[in-house]
């Protein structure tokens, strides 16, 4: 079956724009996760959605940050007024449940100028 | 502050060698534990979890899981040069918020 997706692989922007990145999971998934990863750097996390609870938003690095999910399938990470510091590959991964397996998306490439 | 902790490398082995990657975590209620592969430019790639105790094979693949002394290994058996990559491990803290914590990273490099 069909694995993540993600859309754009790459973005390109201007300091000051507003992003919008998109993670379409695995169907039947009800955990997904938004991850961060700078250049040489570790996985940050972001924010966790599972079902419809309230999402896990404790990562977020500012409230420039914000994420959705609609339907609970389909969500977007936004990143208002961006700035050089938000450059990295942005990874969303699914799960069947919590606390098991995930699987990455192929990444969105985040570039500010 | 939860941590994982890997050692950076690069771990350098021969072909058909036996690499040997390690991971220690610091919260000593974590549950699930997972190896990813990463190749540059790629996103990571499941390889193995483990949830108890003891030694998991798929493969050439081992996943060894100590929890009194809080580390978890991958050992790959036959190692090719296609094994070249990051390995990242992670943990799910015993938090019930399900937040994984990943390491930086193990890269290894396979030999011809």
């Known amino acids: 079956g069909a694995g993540v997706s993600q859309s754009p692989s790459n973005k390109v922007t201007e300091k000051g724009k507003d992003v919008e990145l998109r993670c379409d999971p695995i169907?039947?998934?009800?955990?997904l996760y938004w991850y961060r990863q700078s250049l040489g750097q570790g996985l940050e996390f972001l924010i966790y959605?599972?079902?419809?609870?309230?999402?896990?938003k404790s990562g977020l690095p500012s409230d420039r940050f914000s994420a959705e999910r609609t339907g609970g399938s389909v969500s977007t990470l936004t990143i208002q007024r961006t700035q050089q510091e938000d450059s990295a590959v942005y990874l969303c991964?699914?799960?069947?449940?919590?606390?098991?397996?995930?699987?990455f998306g192929p990444g969105t490439r985040l570039t500010v100028l | 502050q939860k941590e994982v902790e890997q050692n950076s490398g690069p771990l350098s082995v021969p072909e058909g060698a036996i690499a040997s990657l390690n991971c220690t975590y610091s919260?000593?209620?974590?549950?699930?534990f997972f190896w990813y592969r990463q190749y540059s430019g790629k996103s990571p790639e499941l390889i193995m979890s483990?949830?108890?105790?003891g030694d998991k094979e798929d493969g050439r693949f081992t996943a060894q899981l100590n929890k009194a002394s809080q580390y978890v290994s991958l050992l790959i058996r036959d190692s090719q040069p296609s094994d070249s990559a990051t390995y990242l491990c992670?943990?799910?803290?015993?938090?019930?918020?399900?937040?994984?914590?990943f390491g930086t990273g193990t890269r290894l490099k396979v030999l011809a």
């Open positions: 991964a699914s799960s069947f449940a919590p606390g098991v397996e995930q699987f």
């Open positions: 169907s039947g998934h009800t955990a």
């Open positions: 959605f599972q079902g419809n609870s309230a999402p896990d």
């Open positions: 919260d000593r209620g974590s549950q699930s």
């Open positions: 483990i949830y108890s105790n």
């Open positions: 992670a943990v799910e803290p015993n938090s019930g918020t399900y937040k994984y914590i």
